[in-house]
């Protein structure tokens, strides 16, 4: 059922639809080094990120909306990258976690 | 006195089209002393040009600025939802003003019992706090953000 919501229950037969997308479905972690996997549902152009000791980076989102950055080898396991999708006056955001392997 | 009538014709030896020649070669020549004109004054004034360039990005980053302001001085659980878009903002325009909003998310996570930041959350937020402000640059010319990040523990 995870994805779903139940619209309405006919005996013997259930009425599905699926829920709307997050605006930004971002991992919990990524490795150190590793490729860091966004995926954009808000149509924005570039996705924002902090990184640290990098400062501010803008990322462009590709039209399937799938963003694949390499974390850059010197950011440290338990640094944290901060996300924004820039879309105002509603953004969306997250955090990420660089941890030294998954 | 005999006044004789006298017949006023058009003089057949100068062409038809010459005057019209000479407003249209006056008129190109105004045009092109206006375009040398503006062309000129775009290359001697570097900071009308540089805005000019930079009017798109800098509507965005406008919009975001006004946005990351109203929610500083917003309610606490709107901050709290919204911390990483805000975060960003911090750190991308480096603008002294948002350390109030950064101040009251310090406040939560360095009270024990604090609510709205989960406690497994807070150490990824003082996280994201700690690495906005220095990315912002705030760090080395704001003295609030430097105690801020002192009070989180910004040395380890």
């Known amino acids: ?102 | 006195m005999q006044l004789d009538p006298v017949l006023v014709l058009p003089d057949t030896d100068v062409p038809r089209g010459l005057l019209s020649r000479r407003s249209l070669l006056a008129l190109l020549g105004a045009g092109g002393a206006v375009a040398a004109g503006s062309a000129l004054g775009v290359l001697l004034t570097p900071h009308a040009s540089a805005a000019q360039r930079g009017a798109a990005p800098s509507t965005l980053e406008e919009a975001e600025l006004r946005w990351a302001r109203s929610l500083a001085e917003g309610p606490l659980g709107a901050l709290v939802a919204a911390r990483s878009p805000y975060l960003f903002v911090l750190a991308r325009t480096g603008d002294a003003g948002l350390v109030d909003g950064a101040e009251r998310l310090a406040q939560l996570v360095l009270t024990v019992d604090g609510p709205l930041v989960a406690a497994g959350d807070r150490e990824a937020v003082t996280r994201q706090l700690v690495e906005s402000l220095r990315a912002s640059g705030l760090v080395e010319r704001d003295v609030r953000a430097a105690a801020l990040v002192a009070r989180l523990g910004g040395a380890r």
């Open chain 1, 1 to 102: 059922m995870t994805g779903w919501k139940l619209l309405a229950w006919v005996p013997g037969r259930a009425i599905q639809e699926p829920l709307p997308k997050p605006p930004l479905e971002i991992p919990d972690a990524v490795a150190e080094g590793g490729v860091l996997v966004i995926q954009v549902n808000t149509g924005v152009a570039e996705i924002g990120l902090v990184v640290p000791g990098h400062g501010t980076v803008l990322v462009p989102v590709p039209k399937d909306g799938r963003v694949e950055w390499r974390v850059p080898p010197d950011v440290p396991g338990g640094s944290t990258i901060t996300v924004s999708d820039r879309n105002y006056p509603n953004p969306a955001g997250g955090a990420v976690d660089v941890v030294g392997s998954l």
